[in-house]
């Protein structure tokens, strides 16, 4: 696939992409990641027994607030006028997992704020549990669907049903 890179102009510059053309429509995108961690560290968030206290509400509430703030932190994102992001947490063997979901009606996607409000709540869950395991390990971050705009719905292709 040869596409042209949407934020470099001619010259090599990097640029912001001009989307003032472009048709608002509602989209959203979904991301995930995990964080792997020890048994006592899990169960110690699962019990609510922190020694920084709500690990998973403090995530969420994190996760959120980095969704909103993407423009400061990725250079070249459009500032949005989010419509909603939710976070999301489900235990699995040995690790948490972080599910994001971010929505707009507007003219640019929400890819990357749905992917920093997972990035973002998984490091708060290691900020706040690292007294019980500081060797956790946060992956697997990634963006699993994407709605609206030109190029419609997209899935990743090993999660197609």
Request: proline share 2%; hydrophobic share 45%; glycine share 10%.
């Amino acid at each position: 696939m040869n596409k042209s890179l949407t934020h470099v102009d001619s010259d090599g510059n990097a640029r912001m992409v001009d989307v003032g053309a472009k048709a608002e429509t509602q989209r959203l995108a979904i991301a995930s990641g995990r964080i792997a961690m020890s048994a006592q560290a899990l169960e110690a968030i699962r019990a609510g027994n922190a020694p920084k206290g709500d690990v998973l509400g403090t995530a969420r509430i994190a996760g959120i607030m980095a969704g909103k703030k993407t423009s400061e932190l990725i250079p070249m994102c459009h500032p949005l006028a989010i419509d909603a992001i939710n976070v999301d947490f489900g235990f699995e063997e040995g690790a948490i997992r972080a599910t994001a979901t971010a929505a707009i009606t507007g003219k640019t996607g929400v890819e990357m704020e749905a992917i920093t409000a997972v990035s973002v709540a998984l490091l708060t869950i290691y900020d706040m549990a690292k007294a019980f395991d500081k060797g956790m390990v946060i992956g697997e971050i990634r963006l699993i669907e994407k709605r609206g705009g030109k190029s419609g719905v997209w899935r990743a292709p090993d999660l197609e049903r």
